[in-house]
């Protein structure tokens, strides 16, 4: 079946730091790859997705590469800042279902000035 | 841009009360979904719509109801509410048919409903 995998949190940064969210998926055909990030109080927000194998995703600062090989789809960013404090999903939706978008656990990451 | 609203941010309600959860999208979306979302769990798929009337079950549909008798809107029922049901509710919608992958579901703030 589908299904994805992302690192426990919480994770605690400082500032500037270089950051990495780890996520691995299990898919039959071509999924498409997406990174939501939900702010505190807030629903959820698209941050970036990956339609095909070898895409980069990227937005704010943030990059993801879409890697059939490994089935992986780790989220980085070079240097955090505080107002990324937030939690980050993983998810995916199967080839031709996007009704069945399916998220990964969620990532809790602070960033401490 | 688009917009998904919600009609409460917060809810107390005492066990075995029916309790409804609105969510309205102004962008035209055909498809909406209720979620349910708990620490360490993710996101769970309650229910969702690919049209007027039409709805189909998510993987957690027992003790939910759902309503979509306008395109716009999307209700989340509990018929008699319980404990193991106080969570976040998200309501999300999408443009795009049910069959193409590549699209972006769009959220509403949250419903955090405590059931005493």
């Known amino acids: 079946g589908n299904s994805v995998t992302q690192m426990e949190g919480p994770v605690t940064l400082s500032e500037e730091a270089f950051l990495t969210i780890n996520c691995t998926y299990t898919?039959?055909?071509?999924?498409?790859l997406f990174w939501y990030v939900q702010y505190p109080g807030e629903g959820l927000q698209l941050l970036l997705k990956?339609?095909?194998?070898?895409d980069k995703g990227s937005n704010k600062g943030f990059e993801a590469t879409y890697r059939k090989e490994t089935t992986s789809f780790h989220l980085e960013k070079g240097s955090v800042q505080v107002s990324d404090s937030a939690v980050y999903f993983c998810?995916?939706?199967?080839?031709?279902?996007?009704?069945?978008?399916?998220f990964g656990s969620g990532t809790r990451l602070s960033i401490r000035p | 841009d688009v917009k998904v609203t919600q009609s409460s941010r917060y809810l107390v309600k005492r066990t075995g009360e029916k309790v409804f959860l609105e969510c309205v999208q102004d962008?035209?979306?055909?498809?909406m979904f209720w979620y349910r979302q708990d620490p360490g769990l993710g996101l769970r798929l309650i229910y969702f719509?690919?049209?007027?009337?039409?709805?189909e079950k998510g993987d957690i549909p027992e003790g939910y109801s759902v309503s979509r008798e306008k395109k716009e809107r999307f209700s989340l029922i509990l018929e008699s509410a319980s404990t193991n049901q106080t969570s976040m509710y998200l309501c999300?919608?999408?443009?795009?048919?049910?069959?193409?992958?590549?699209?972006?579901?769009?959220f509403g703030p949250g419903t955090r409903l405590l059931v005493l």
């Open positions: 998810a995916l939706t199967p080839y031709s279902s996007a009704s069945k978008i399916i």
């Open positions: 898919a039959t055909g071509y999924p498409s």
């Open positions: 990956a339609t095909k194998a070898d």
């Open positions: 962008m035209d979306h055909e498809n």
């Open positions: 719509s690919y049209d007027v009337k039409m709805k």
């Open positions: 999300a919608s999408i443009a795009a048919g049910i069959f193409d992958n590549q699209e972006t579901q769009y």
